[in-house]
């Protein structure tokens, strides 16, 4: 590929961020790495609108490195509440503590002690080198892909390590290393809102006149990816069991989506099953306890990016009051319901069955 191509690009890439309005993002306006770790992460898996409140509420929670590394678990899991992908906050806390322990509490300026920390890949690394320290380390995650394989009509499978491989030293090739941080935004940037996923902006591009996937047709079928992602289904039969003053929940500690949060003892399955079945099976594992079963609820379903859940909840009553720990289970008295971290799927239940209250509300 001509350098002068390549310049090209950039260069125009460039002046098109100078001419956009900036969206108004909190951690934009830091250099602290800190903060811009924690928005990195936090953007990880989600959109700037929905992170923004738990980025505000982080930073409001722990000021600085050191607050976070201290507070526990519970707290930085309760924060994370209705974020999803739950292994960042535990990785966030986790990179906290090695950063006090070593490197005196100092976040790393150097772009493999920021790759060493937990939940921060190639391109968090990056990120956060540009932003807050300047060094020209590019930028690759879905934005990019999309934007250099049409733009250069690359083929390459995006999810194949050839592909990657690829794409990466093109992106850095590309990247203007007087300008890192103004580069890596723009390109993102300009993924987000120009050259989007199902409808890119071809008519009003800069580029376009270059672009081989607009000279050719080929907008809408490149990047190509090799595997299409199968979903798992899976079926949770959860118990509640109740007495007068709280129910059971038990705390996820299996490496599983959403370890560390708490749902209730349940059985799971791959398959649908009959509720009679279902509430033998429970009666049978329960009996031990004195419980009246009282009915099953609707199908509660939540979607991931790679299960497709759907939950049950067979609801139980004793008269007498239950032992505080049964099993791995603990007993949550009503008041103390609202401190849990809980996936949003039993959330939604505990809503409904005004167990609890939304944030804000008095229960
Ligand atoms: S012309 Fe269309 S496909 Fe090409 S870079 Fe611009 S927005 Fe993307």
């Not at 949003?344 to 509300?361: A, F, H, P, W």
Request: proline share 4%; glycine share 4%; charged share 30%.
């Amino acid at each position: 590929m001509q350098k002068s191509a390549k310049t090209y690009f950039t260069s125009t890439l460039l002046s098109w961020a100078e001419q956009q309005e900036q969206r108004d993002m909190p951690w934009k306006a830091t250099k602290d790495p800190y903060k811009i770790w924690l928005s990195e992460i936090i953007l990880q898996q989600t959109r700037v609108e929905q992170g923004r409140p738990y980025y505000l509420k982080f930073i409001a929670a722990f000021p600085t490195i050191k607050d976070l590394a201290e507070a526990p678990e519970e707290q930085v899991m309760k924060l994370w509440q209705g974020l999803g992908y739950y292994s960042r906050a535990r990785n966030l806390h986790a990179a906290a503590k090695h950063v006090m322990e070593e490197h005196l509490g100092v976040f790393p300026k150097e772009h493999k002690d920021i790759l060493a920390l937990k939940g921060v890949g190639p391109y968090t690394a990056a990120a956060i080198a540009s932003f807050a320290y300047e060094l020209s380390y590019a930028v690759v995650d879905g934005n990019v892909y999309r934007v250099l394989a049409r733009y250069f009509g690359i083929h390459s499978a995006i999810d194949s390590s050839k592909g990657q491989k690829e794409f990466r030293v093109l992106a850095q090739e590309l990247m203007d290393e007087n300008q890192a941080s103004k580069y890596n935004q723009a390109i993102m940037d300009f993924g987000a809102t120009q050259c989007k996923p199902g409808l890119p902006h071809c008519e009003i591009c800069p580029l376009s006149s270059a672009c081989v996937s607009y000279d050719t047709d080929l907008v809408k079928l490149l990047p190509i990816k090799e595997k299409k992602l199968k979903k798992k289904n899976r079926y949770f039969y959860y118990f509640v069991i109740r007495d007068a003053e709280g129910l059971y929940l038990a705390k996820r500690e299996k490496k599983d989506i959403w370890q560390h949060l708490y749902d209730f003892p349940s059985i799971e399955s791959a398959q649908l099953k009959e509720p009679s079945i279902v509430i033998n099976e429970a009666k049978e594992k329960l009996r031990e306890l004195e419980l009246e079963y009282l009915g099953i609820s609707d199908p509660y379903k939540q979607v991931l990016s790679h299960q497709n859940i759907t939950a049950y909840y067979l609801e139980f009553e004793s008269s007498k009051n239950i032992p505080d720990n049964w099993k791995s289970a603990e007993k949550a008295t009503k008041t103390k319901l609202k401190k849990y971290a809980l996936p949003r799927i039993v959330e939604r239940y505990l809503l409904d069955k005004s167990l609890i209250s939304k944030e804000g509300e008095s229960s």
